[in-house]
């Protein structure tokens, strides 16, 4: 028993070792599907299983968006299977379902590409799956290819293009293989070699052209494979049948095609043309040298052409002539070799430096073998090319002899006009005002220095400026406007005044004065003055700005204001003191002192003027006015006396209207009256209701003294009881109803 016991116990702790196990094999199994599906997530492909022993098909949630369909709530296997499904069409199923049992059968893995429609949009996805060791799990992905599949059509669709655009270029381009045959040509190459399109691939040089061309290009097919430098070839070719003979510049290159191996792509121009076109002006080089010849020869300047050695090509008989020789004599000749070493290798050191890229432009001057005269010579020396790229020395030789004559009788003309010009302009500066000259084009030839000045620009210059050049362009506009009407007006000085800006931005007040005259050449120019009126300008301005504020300070102002002459004659009012008469500036205008007073008052308001006639001042004083209407204007009056130099003086009145204040001192003296009234009528009215409070004050002490004997005899009886009771009440039961409670304690 203690065996079989000891057997069965090893048996159950097998099993469960043996459960143990294969629960934790399953849970890494688990993990690591878990693990996978997460990378394929990351991955953007969405994983799918299906258990051939428990025929459960799981996926995961990216299948369906893939698809394009909703991700299902509910979880059964067989459902999800009929919805991912449902996507695929009858021949998609069939294909899958096919694929998926050679997989099974074969232990081995699929790779399916199925299209499908995702929000009404064409997609492509790929689809792949491979059967576990033991047979029991078939295990895939599905992942969108779209862009791949987009990618790889583009590419075709750019092969095509691009295949159809050099067919479409005139230039014949062929591309060969390494192993020089034909792989692709456009119709210009198969026009050039007279074969069709379909006849042309897969032929070698030999099948094209001569053998030993052949090998030629061949041989260069394979240095532009092995270098994978741009080589070129230029020679006659026979093509065609017809064997006719074409000057080609064949030009081959390295690149690689679609699959990733070196191709030549080859160009051929046909420069059959361009030779004879070069032959032609081989030819007609030959006949412009002939025909510079001729022409240097009809030039009576004398004029030469010289090689880099210095030797003479070409000459004219003006330059032989020059020299003493004759035009065959100097032809190949060297400087050294035509005027001895010294003159000559000076001549040879300038022909050496224009060489090298310098111009020579200088003057000579010698004296005639003749006639023992000075002439004088303008020489001139430049580098120039032939038609074969070489350098090569043009040089000219003009006689200036007439004009170094008249450039002498011209300057002295010119001092002499100099020194006129310069007193005019010494002249000029000395005035004040801004002066200038201008010609018929408005342009500025002369101006002094207080223009100079005023314009900040450099004395004495001596260049020809428009009035646009130093002033605004609106400005420049007005002015030339100006100069335009004198110049129509032709006689007479023109005034304008306008604001223009300084050297400094600032405006000014500018008069312009301006009149036509000649010149001494009898040309009509224009003389002008600018007088600056700023500060005459800004003081007016300011005297107005001031007497209008003024003006407005009297008319607003609210006190009287009246002006006088010397005589005592009424000049100015403001409307405050029309308002205080209650008359109009009309009625008033003449008026004197004596008219607005009263008869009491004319002596004493004399005395006042005669007073003021000697202090200026009159300080503040009460008087009394007559009114329109006869009634009198309480007012406050102050003076001042005003004296100007070679002016009659002025008396400036100043009036303040008492009125409203005699009127408020009156009120202020009736309130008081009325206020003293009303004090003592309230005091009769508090003394008799002091007597009634009183009264009634000792009829409440006896009523309270008599009520408080009344209360105190049943009170005391009361209390009484409540004492005995509360001794009592520790033999009594106190949660009794009715047990008496503690009277103090209300």
């Known amino acids: 028993m203690f065996v079989l016991a000891l057997l069965l116990l090893l048996g ?88 998926m049992r050679g997989a099974w059968n074969e232990r081995g893995r699929f790779d399916e590409l199925f299209p499908v429609h995702r929000r009404q949009t064409k997609c492509w996805l790929r689809i792949r799956a491979s059967v576990s060791l033991d047979g029991r799990y078939l295990t895939g992905a599905i992942s969108d290819v779209t862009e791949e599949i987009e990618s790889a059509r583009e590419r075709a669709l750019y092969q095509t293009f691009m295949e159809g655009v050099i ?83 064949i030009t081959k290159s390295r690149c690689t095609d679609k699959r990733g191996r070196f191709v030549v792509v080859t160009t051929y121009e046909n420069q059959s043309e361009v030779r004879d076109y070069a032959r032609r002006m081989a030819e007609l080089s030959m006949r412009v040298e002939a025909f510079i010849q001729r022409l240097i020869h009809a030039i009576p300047h004398p004029i030469y052409v010289k090689d880099a050695d210095s030797r003479y090509l070409m000459v004219n008989e003006a330059i032989a002539e020059q020299w ?60 120039c090319l032939d038609a074969e790229g070489r350098g090569i020395i043009v040089g000219a030789n003009y006689e200036i002899t007439d004009l170094r004559r008249a ?154 204001i009246v002006l ?24 008033l205008a003449g008026l004197g002192y004596r008219e607005r007073l009263p008869q009491r008052f004319v002596p004493m308001v004399r005395e006042l003027f005669e007073a003021l006639a000697h202090t200026d001042v009159l300080t503040p004083r009460e008087k009394m006015l007559v009114r329109a209407d006869d009634s009198e204007l309480p007012v406050i009056v102050s003076a001042v006396m005003v004296r100007q130099e070679g002016e009659a003086p002025v008396c400036w009145v100043l009036l303040v209207d008492q009125r409203e204040q005699k009127h408020t001192e009156a009120e202020l003296r009736r309130h008081r009256d009325q206020l003293r009234e009303l004090v003592e009528e309230r005091t009769k009215d508090l003394l008799a209701a002091k007597e009634v409070a009183e009264r009634m004050s000792a009829a409440k002490t006896d009523f309270l003294a008599a009520m408080s004997h009344e209360l105190k005899t049943p009170l005391h009886a009361v209390l009484g009881f409540a004492r005995l009771g509360a001794e009592r009440s520790g033999q009594l039961d106190v949660n009794r109803p009715g047990f008496p409670r503690q009277p103090r304690a209300s």
């Open 324 to 383: 003493g020789m004759r035009a065959e004599d100097m032809i190949g000749q060297t400087s050294c070799e035509l005027f001895g070493d010294r003159v000559g290798s000076m001549i040879e050191e300038e022909d050496r430096r224009i060489l090298a890229g310098q111009t020579i432009r200088k003057e000579d001057q010698a004296f005639d073998d003749r006639t023992g005269a000075l002439r004088y010579w303008a020489v001139s020396k430049t580098r």
């Open 12 to 99: 159950t702790n097998a099993f469960f070792l043996q459960h143990r196990a294969q629960t934790k094999h399953v849970d890494l199994l688990r993990a690591q599907r878990a693990w996978l599906g997460r990378i394929l997530e990351a991955t953007q492909d969405g994983a799918w299983e299906y258990d051939a022993r428990t025929r459960r098909f799981s996926c995961a949630d990216r299948c369906f968006e893939l698809l394009g369909q909703q991700v299902p709530e509910q979880a059964a296997s067989t459902f999800r299977t009929h919805v991912l499904m449902r996507r695929l069409t009858r021949d998609q199923r069939h294909r899958l379902i096919t694929a």
């Open 407 to 560: 450039e002498v009788e011209a300057r002295e003309a010119l001092d002499k006009q100099t020194l006129t010009r310069g007193f005019l302009q010494t002249v000029f500066d000395a005035l004040p005002f801004a002066s200038y000259v201008k010609n018929e084009t408005l342009a500025y030839i002369m101006t002094n220095t207080a223009f100079d000045e005023f314009y900040e620009r450099a004395a004495g210059h001596p260049e020809v400026v428009y009035a646009e050049d130093f002033v605004s362009a609106d400005i420049a506009a007005r002015i030339e406007s100006f100069d335009q009407e004198v110049m129509m007006a032709d006689g007479g000085v023109l005034t304008r005044e306008m604001v223009v800006l300084n050297h400094q931005g600032e405006p000014r007040d500018i008069v312009m004065h301006k009149k036509v005259v000649r010149d001494a050449e009898g040309r009509r120019v224009i003389l002008g003055i600018n007088q600056d009126l700023t500060q005459q300008r800004r003081a007016e301005r300011s005297l107005r700005k001031t007497l209008s504020r003024l003006d407005a300070l009297i008319e607003s102002v609210p006190i009287g």
């Open 564 to 587: 006088f002459d010397d005589q005592r004659q009424l000049l100015q009012t403001n409307p405050c003191v029309l308002d205080m008469l209650g008359m109009d500036a009309l009625e």
């Open 167 to 249: 067919d479409t270029l005139p230039l014949p381009i062929s591309v060969r293989d390494e192993g020089s045959r034909l792989t692709l040509a456009n119709r210009a190459y198969c026009d050039l070699m007279e074969m069709q399109p379909a006849d042309a691939i897969s032929r070698r040089p030999g099948q094209v052209v001569r053998a030993g061309m052949a090998e030629r290009l061949e041989a260069l097919d394979r240095l532009t494979l092995d270098t994978g430098s741009v080589h070129t070839l230029e020679d006659w070719f026979e093509l065609g049948r017809s064997g006719r003979r074409v000057f080609l510049r």
